[in-house]
């Protein structure tokens, strides 16, 4: 039997067959805590943690599906993007609140999935990756009288950089909040082009003010809109602040082109922000300033590039910003949410931030200051030699190696395959460009990026279990192989097969392509994907054990207990359970945060390439685990649009 647990019913008592044992399902424990999911990260500090305890590590293994909801597929998607439903729902007045790639918002019954309501707005969805939304926020408008239209609103972005407002009841456009309901962010970005500008990720709120990021394409032109934050109020949708990635201190600071707005190419951030109302600062992950690969035009606009940086609430202006890395020309911009936590320490609770990269470095800062509170070091780093580009000679390394969740370096050695054909074909692969370690310089004759242009960490994030002082870490390990292209060959070279990224007024191209065997495996030796538990206070690793298998990525018997590449989160509960889909086998799993065991897993129909949530909303309730199975084409996982709950059986 290949099903993890089958559920048999007899005599109106359920027994369930696992690990070659019949045991009764658990009595379930309504004497434990109820809890919602009220953000995106659900804290707007985006720990992800939940102090929910009736599903524990001892019960786990009964968890079966509850109910599915299906929010529909994204119709004839541009061929060149993956249409992805990777959101994580949110519980706002007892409703469930989801948005899917293809912009549709729905609020479901949060105990059986029945749809309340759910709009389709007019969107132009194309992108040049991903057709996806992340999330949406709730807020209550406390100019609204309560049980009037859009006293709770449900704030969305869209994928061609609007901003929408329903009413949280009933899913109306909300009349009051720009024109009926939109505000486009676009109206005053100056010249651009289709897919510029998307909002995948949810915005936050704070005060009375709705904040939203937005991304800009990549390896597209040096020429690009703005990456601007922007601040507008939530009752109205009319601007109440913006901030662009200037500069502080430049002699001949740049002015923005005639008639615009905002200073254009500066950095953007895409992935979610969190906020602080104590402190009323937003934390903000920084993306690089184009082009992505190229530092010699930017003409210093790169100065926030791959930072975390803090804003003031109330005015948009920089509190302090913290640099991941410098000068960044490996795409290594900061993916994922900074995640806000206490730090038990000597001299007393620190406000700390967390903040996970594609580097796989992980800093943690105060987050009053952004001074690191765990030693960061600047080492030497090897430089370039394409003419005119300088790059900066040191780079950020946290000192304590628990804090560096990539592997080491790669060398031929490392070259791994599953015959000696596929070992060799890798290792010819290797050796054709050049390998100097991490930070490797881009180049025309190419070079080895490990992590690759995925990074180790991505926005799936870390988890933070404040109450156990430990932080939960999925990676990434897998390589590329990147290559800068003159412009003058791009056009001969792409008629002869190879796919070039031209970047327009750039001096050169981009080839990026994972370094895979024949076989179509990454070459570095496995595990491909890690989940590991730090313990924060101490600076030291707990476990770190392989994630997923090689089941859907290859056929039977070759099911190795390998780690494959993940994308998504986790979450932690008061139980001690840490829940994770992600994985390439489209699982989602269950883990005991002591030993890093897992004690329960479930087929999902499709990729769970996103981050669970969990609630309980009722004394006499059941707890949820929900997670979105939508698939990743560009990771060879099963397309779909299935909401899946799974709960422990009703009458156990």
């Known amino acids: ?52 305890t009736q599903i524990t590590p001892e019960n786990a293994w009964a968890l079966k599906p509850a109910w599915t909801y299906h929010i529909g597929m994204a119709k004839d998607p541009p061929e060149f993007s993956s249409p992805t439903f990777e959101a994580t ?45 992340r999330g949406v926020t709730y807020a209550r408008d406390v100019k609204i009288e309560e049980g009037q239209l859009c006293a709770g609103k449900i704030f969305a972005g869209t994928l061609d950089g609007r901003m929408l407002a329903y009413d949280s009841a009933t899913g109306k456009e909300c009349p009051s909040f720009g024109a009926n309901g939109v505000v486009d962010i676009k109206a005053d970005m100056g010249k651009r082009e289709r897919g510029d500008i998307t909002i995948s990720s ?38 109440v602040w913006s901030w662009n990635a200037v500069p502080p201190g430049l002699k001949t600071p740049p002015a923005p082109p005639a008639g615009e707005k905002f200073v254009r190419s500066t950095p953007n951030s895409w992935a979610p922000m969190s906020v602080d109302p104590a402190l009323n600062l937003i934390y903000v992950p920084m993306g690089n300033a184009p082009p992505d690969h190229i530092a010699a ?11 975390v940086v803090a804003l003031d609430a109330t005015t948009g202006q920089v509190r302090w910003h913290f640099n991941t890395v410098h000068k960044d ?54 430089q370039s030699e394409l003419p005119g580009e300088v790059l ?30 596929d070992k060799y074909k890798c290792k010819e692969a290797f050796n054709s460009v050049e390998s100097k370690g991490i930070f490797t310089p881009p180049s025309t004759k190419g070079w080895i990026q490990f992590p690759s242009f995925m990074g180790a960490s991505n926005w799936g994030s870390v988890t933070v279990d404040q109450k156990r002082g430990i932080l939960i870490a999925n990676t990434n390990q897998v390589a590329a192989i990147m290559k800068l292209v003159p412009n003058a060959e791009i056009e001969a070279r792409t008629k002869a097969g190879e796919r070039i990224m031209p970047t ?56 190795f207990k390998i780690g494959v590449p993940n994308m998504g989160g986790s979450i932690v509960t008061g ?71 799974f709960a422990l059986p009703e009458g156990s």
């Open 1 to 52: 039997m290949l099903a993890g647990a089958v559920v048999v019913g007899m005599a109106g008592l359920a027994w369930a067959w696992q690990a070659n044992v019949f045991r009764a399902n658990p009595a379930i424990d309504f004497a434990g805590p109820v809890a919602g999911w009220d953000a995106w990260g659900n804290d707007q500090g985006g720990s992800r943690y939940s102090p929910l």
């Open 89 to 133: 729902p949110i519980i706002a007045e007892n409703r469930l609140y989801v948005c899917a790639g293809t912009g549709k918002i729905a609020a479901v019954d949060p105990e059986t999935g029945k749809e309340i309501w759910a709009v389709q707005p007019d969107s132009d969805n194309y992108s040049t990756y991903l057709i996806n939304c």
């Open 202 to 239: 949810p915005p936050v709120v704070v005060g009375n003010l709705v904040v939203t990021n937005h991304g800009v394409r990549d390896n597209v032109r040096t020429d690009m809109p703005a990456g601007t934050i922007r601040a507008f109020d939530v009752h109205t949708g009319q601007p």
């Open 297 to 307: 035009g930017r003409n210093g606009l790169d100065y926030y590039s791959s930072a």
């Open 329 to 382: 020309v490996w795409d290594y911009d900061i993916p994922s949410q900074p995640v806000l936590f206490d730090l038990p320490t000597a001299n007393g609770t620190i406000p700390a931030l967390v903040q996970a990269t594609k580097v796989g470095h992980i800093f943690v800062l105060d987050r009053r200051t952004g001074k690191p509170l765990f030693p960061v070091e600047e080492r030497p780093v090897p």
């Open 392 to 421: 900066s000679p040191t780079q950020p390394f946290p000192a304590n190696p628990a804090f560096i969740v990539r592997d080491p370096d790669l060398t031929e050695d490392d070259m791994w395959g599953f015959t000696p054909y």
């Open 504 to 559: 327009k007024g750039a001096d050169y191209g981009l080839s990026m392509l994972p370094l895979l065997s024949p076989f179509g495996a990454p070459c570095n030796r496995p595990p491909w994907g890690k989940l590991m538990a730090i313990d924060l206070k101490a600076g030291k690793v707990l476990w770190n054990v392989p994630l997923g298998t090689t089941r859907d990525q290859a056929p039977f018997p070759a099911w």
């Open 575 to 645: 139980s001690g359970l840490v829940f994770i889909g992600a994985t390439s086998d489209e699982y989602i799993r269950a883990y005991d945060i002591k030993s890093g065991e897992v004690v329960w897993r479930a087929r999902l129909p499709a990729g769970g390439q996103s981050t669970p949530m969990t609630y309980r909303l009722k004394k006499d309730g059941r707890q949820y685990v929900v997670i979105a199975a939508g698939g990743h084409k560009f990771m060879g996982t099963g397309l779909g649009d299935s909401l899946v709950a």
